[in-house]
Antibody, heavy 126, light 107 residues
Framework: QVTLNESGPALVKPTQTLTLTCTFS??????????VSWIRQPPGKALEWLAR???????FYSTSLKTRLTISKDTSKNQVVLTMTNMDPVDTATYYC??????????????????WGQGILVTVSA | DIQMTQSPSSLSASVGDRVTITCRAS??????LNWYQQKPGKAPKLLIY???SLQSGVPSRFSGSGSGTDFTLTISSLRPEDFATYYC?????????FGQGTKVEIK
């Protein structure tokens, strides 16, 4: 069974750096084809993809947030870490990590997020 | 980025109703379209991937169709546990984007 769990501070001050950890089980990020993403959701709003890291350490970022984000992995601990610099109240959101699945054949195509962690609400306030 | 637009933003329906939610992409995305269900205070759950493939364990009353720019999620007979918000998501380009959500409420 694949599970993911986000951890980190519930409250950060404006201009601070946020560090979130995704601890997972049921798969290894050293296995070919494994990928993990971070997605966030401001209260009452839609989902926004933030970053992705692959088994081979390839990294991808949201173009709008690229300058503020860093994603990394610790394969031995089954963890993925996301840092976001210069936090602002508009960054208040629930932050989720999710495993990514992929297929490319005659019957299916693309990437999807499954499963997701339970999420962590991060509030940015002085 | 590819913009995903869902309609309606919300709907009221009764148990047993057939419900259809539409998702339109700002450019063609072939079949690179997924659907998620989210209940209040919970993480999204994958329902449909690659436009029409039902995720394992998801009831068969859920179905997806479409390709190119226009997609639909259909619930054939609404059950009480289906009242939730539904999101579409494109994976055609790496800047993955979601629709704004469709909230399905009890009539």
């Amino acid at each position: 069974q694949v599970t993911l769990n986000e951890s980190g501070p519930a409250l950060v001050k404006p201009t601070q750096t946020l560090t979130l950890t995704c601890t997972f089980s049921g798969f290894s990020l050293s296995t070919t084809g494994m990928r993990v993403s971070w997605i966030r959701q401001p209260p009452g709003k839609a989902l926004e993809w933030l970053a992705r890291i692959d088994w081979d350490d390839d990294k991808f970022y949201s173009t709008s947030l690229k300058t503020r984000l860093t994603i990394s992995k610790d394969t031995s601990k089954n963890q993925v870490v996301l840092t976001m610099t210069n936090m602002d109240p508009v960054d208040t959101a629930t932050y989720y990590c999710a495993r990514m699945q992929y297929c490319s054949n005659t019957s299916c195509s693309g990437y999807w997020f499954d499963p997701w962690g339970q999420g962590i609400l991060v509030t940015v306030s002085a | 980025d590819i913009q995903m637009t869902q309609s309606p933003s919300s709907l009221s329906a009764s148990v047993g109703d057939r419900v259809t939610i539409t998702c339109r992409a700002s450019q063609s995305i072939s079949s690179y379209l997924n659907w998620y269900q989210q209940k209040p205070g919970k993480a999204p759950k994958l329902l449909i991937y690659a436009a029409s493939s039902l995720q394992s364990g998801v009831p068969s009353r859920f179905s997806g169709s479409g390709s190119g720019t226009d997609f639909t999620l259909t619930i054939s007979s609404l059950r009480p546990e289906d009242f939730a918000t539904y999101y579409c998501q494109q994976s055609y380009i790496t800047q993955w984007t979601f629709g704004q959500g469709t909230k399905v409420e009890i009539k």
